[in-house]
């Protein structure tokens, strides 16, 4: 596992992590001896990045965490969670003084911590992003000793670029992978300047990527994939990263779980080249990716996806994808 900074935190951690939404909610039935088991699996093969958030399965995710952190002991690893999502609607004014501090105590409480290592402000809503007093309401948090270090989970490139003007947002979560690879074009180059760490999260674009599906595929009324597959519940990026799922289908070809191989001068980690494969050209600014516990349970953990359909060509197509997707996000 190589490691690298993480932006202006100064901690060391891997360069692929643990996403932790499954092992909550919203992915069908889960058991929680699987993911107690993926979990310990994950940290037994040197993953040392926990990515969480306080509504994944309404705090469940984070208490999960806490009791295989206090079944094994010793050094701890790096446990990011987020914020925000808990209002009933996503307005600025949700994201009060009051609010913040209330959502923070609650996931200090389900981790079993004394201050949480990152909070990241959930997607909330694109007129956020110009309101100042949020983003100091976060660093009064931070001189209060309640989080180590604050940053922001996006859904466009637009807001990642309007956060990283703030001068105490440490990391950027934004999807990244072959269908969204509209990152590449600016943001990862302005992070790298500004050396604010990138959360690369849906690398396998909820598991379209993984080359497992076909039209066949059926998910649970519980999955995301089965009920936001057309934003009913949150962005439609979210799922599928937003492609239809038919039109993902027929460019994904046989596309597989492959750790990324490319080097990268960037704040951390490998990226993907233009053209969907994992090689020596990378883009800049990719920090960390974060699989999904069926990844760690099958022993692999898999920060990209690599392919081709039999013949040399890229099995993703991403000229056919980007009308989809490009402007949206």
């Known amino acids: ?12 951690v891997g360069e692929i ?9 919203a992915w069908g039935a889960v058991d929680d001896n699987d993911s107690v088991a993926a979990l310990h699996a994950a940290l037994d093969a040197g993953l040392d990045f ?8 309404d ?3 984070e208490r999960l965490i806490a009791r295989v952190l206090k079944e094994r002991g ?3 690893p790096f446990v990011a969670t987020k914020a925000g999502r808990r209002l009933p609607q996503q307005t600025v004014a949700g994201y009060s003084a009051e609010n913040l501090e209330g959502w923070i105590d609650r996931s200090l409480r389900n981790l079993e911590v004394d201050v949480l290592d990152l909070l990241q402000l959930h997607c909330p809503p694109t007129d956020a992003y110009y309101h100042p007093e949020v983003f100091e309401r976060m660093e009064r948090l931070v001189e209060r000793g309640k989080i180590r270090h604050y940053g922001v989970s996006v859904e466009r490139v637009e807001e990642a670029l309007k956060a990283i003007e703030y001068p105490g947002v440490a990391s950027v979560q934004i999807i990244y992978n072959m269908f969204r690879l509209r990152p590449a074009e600016l943001f990862f180059r302005e992070a790298r300047r500004r050396n604010v760490a990138v959360i690369v999260r849906v690398p396998l674009a909820s598991g379209l990527l993984s080359g497992k599906f076909t039209r066949d595929t059926r998910f649970a009324a519980d999955d995301h994939r089965q009920f936001n597959r057309h934003g009913e519940a949150f962005d439609v990026g979210e799922t599928f990263s937003g492609v239809p799922y038919e039109v993902g289908l027929s460019n994904s070809g046989k596309a597989a779980c492959a750790g990324a191989r490319g080097r990268d001068p960037s704040p951390a980690g490998a990226a993907l080249d233009p053209d969907g494969r994992s090689g020596d050209r990378s883009h800049p600014g990719r920090a960390h990716s974060g699989t999904g516990a069926g990844q760690c349970r099958r022993g692999r953990a898999a920060g990209t996806a690599a392919g081709d359909d039999g013949r040399g060509r890229p099995a993703v197509r991403p000229w056919d994808i980007r009308p989809y997707v490009h402007q949206r996000w």
């Open 1 to 12: 596992m190589r490691s690298r900074t993480f932006g202006p935190t100064g901690r060391s």
């Open 17 to 25: 992590g643990f996403g932790a939404w499954a092992i909550g909610a």
């Open 50 to 57: 926990i990515d969480t958030a306080d509504v994944y399965g």
């Open 59 to 61: 705090g469940h995710s």
């Open 74 to 76: 010793g050094e701890r």
